[in-house]
């Protein structure tokens, strides 16, 4: 035997199963778990991520209605810049209303895709019956609204810490007096 014979024999040779882990992806993000058998879930993870991107771009409207909403409030009193009596701003909810809607598209969209994954298996695959012999009754379900309801769960978080964030600025841009 070769001095490279021995190596690979023995384990230290270059083996392409080294830096695998079984299959799976290692660390938290699975697809396998998320997705139907062989589907390629890379495009709808990116016209997710596009289509939240798009929702979050057009919330940032937000500041420009803060940005009038508090400009109201002031007047300019011999070059200075001062709070007019009496004067109320616009209450949070009215100046948020309507942000919330650009994110319809993104929940459409996931909606959309969990009947798309149930589909995927009538056409993509033709594994629909197999699925359903599978001792884990709920797999197929499982597997059609996983990645979809992980979309969404994670879109209503970013949603929810983007108006938390909104509602804080509002709180320090509009004084304590002219709030309604």
């Not at 979050?56 to 508090?70: D, E, P, V, Y």
Request: one cysteine or more.
């Amino acid at each position: 035997m070769t001095e490279t014979d021995e190596r690979s024999l023995c384990g230290g040779g270059h083996s392409k199963q080294k830096g695998r882990t079984g299959g799976k992806q290692a660390g938290l993000w699975k697809p396998e778990i998320y997705f139907p058998p062989g589907y390629g879930y890379e495009e709808e993870r990116n016209a997710a991520i596009l289509l939240m991107g798009l929702g979050t771009g057009l919330s940032l409207l937000f500041f420009m209605s803060l940005h009038q909403a508090a400009e109201v409030l002031y007047e300019y009193r011999d070059g200075e810049r001062v709070l007019r009596e009496g004067a109320v701003a616009a209450s949070f909810g009215k100046l948020v209303s309507g942000h919330w809607g650009l994110y319809v598209p993104l929940f459409l969209f996931l909606t959309a895709m969990m009947v798309y994954h149930y589909i995927y298996y009538f056409r993509g695959t033709r594994s629909i019956y197999l699925m359903r012999r599978l001792p884990g009754r709920w797999t197929v379900l499982k597997s059609c609204v996983a990645g979809p309801l992980l979309g969404m769960g994670l879109a209503a978080a970013a949603l929810t810490l983007l108006y938390l964030t909104y509602y804080g600025l509002y709180l320090l841009v509009i004084p304590v007096g002219c709030r309604p």
